[in-house]
């Protein structure tokens, strides 16, 4: 197959199916990773695909191409993550439960929240997270370990896996760069996906804490289905008919 080929047919698969993955591409072609990229690369500068970390994604779903690193992400909607923190925290259990979170800049504000003299176990994949967790003099600190990824500050990998599997928390609060009905919670990194599926898989009630300008975008590795979640919290920006097709999945919609 000529390379033109190759492309056409790659863009053919963006255009239909949304993304597509370096991995898959080169096994069905029979090519290399290097070779799909460079294809990829070709397309992207013709309009037709954009590139994310491990593939690509059709434009108009482009949203959110690169991640932010932390320091940015923690001015962007500062508000609204304040607000949305300040609801979710009613979702804390009493004291004697545990509670999961996941890193990000809305659960570091749901951190900040949390009342000194709660009684609870917290674990969290977060050293940011983590250091506002120890200074509650009643509570238990769990870390998760794992690979920390300067982007986001967030443990991820085996390590943080295989921890996560063998524990069952009360309830979770996840972090999500996009959320949508057809790819549900979504994220830019493999390895990010894996660990938050493994941390949806750790927790009895799961509660998404997400600002109104991640519902309706979609990022390359789907790590949770609609079905998957129990709450969203959310700014009041957030779409009716979004909210609307939210709670016909059984999801609580809490706008801050």
Do not use: W
Request: with cysteine; aromatic share 2%; charged share 25%.
């Amino acid at each position: 197959m000529y390379a033109e080929e190759r492309q056409s047919e790659i863009a053919g698969d963006v255009q239909s199916r949304g993304r597509v993955s370096v991995t898959e591409l080169a096994a069905r072609f029979s090519v290399t990773g290097e070779t799909i990229r460079r294809d990829l690369e070709i397309l992207q500068h013709t309009g037709r695909l954009v590139r994310v970390h491990g593939g690509a994604i059709r434009p108009d779903i482009a949203t959110v191409v690169e991640e932010s690193d932390l320091a940015e992400r923690s001015e962007t909607r500062r508000d609204d993550k304040q607000a949305i923190a300040a609801a979710a925290v009613r979702l804390i259990p009493v004291d004697g439960g545990s509670v999961l979170l996941d890193a990000g800049t809305t659960t570091l504000a749901l951190a900040r929240a949390i009342h000194r003299d709660t009684r609870l176990t917290f674990i969290t994949n977060s050293l940011q997270i983590g250091t506002v967790l120890a200074d509650l003099p009643n509570s238990t600190l769990l870390l998760t370990g794992g690979r920390v990824r300067p982007t986001t500050g967030a443990a991820v990998g085996a390590d943080a896996i295989d921890s996560l599997s063998r524990i069952r928390a009360s309830v979770g609060f996840i972090g999500t760069n996009g959320l949508s009905v057809a790819h549900g919670l979504s994220t830019p990194d493999a390895d990010e996906a894996a660990t938050k599926r493994a941390m949806i898989a750790a927790c009895t009630t799961t509660v998404v804490l997400a600002d109104s300008s991640k519902l309706g975008r979609e990022d390359l590795f789907s790590f949770a289905s609609l079905d998957d979640i129990d709450f969203v919290v959310t700014d009041s920006a957030i779409d009716d008919k979004l909210a609307t097709e939210l709670r016909s999945h059984q999801i609580e919609v809490l706008t801050a």
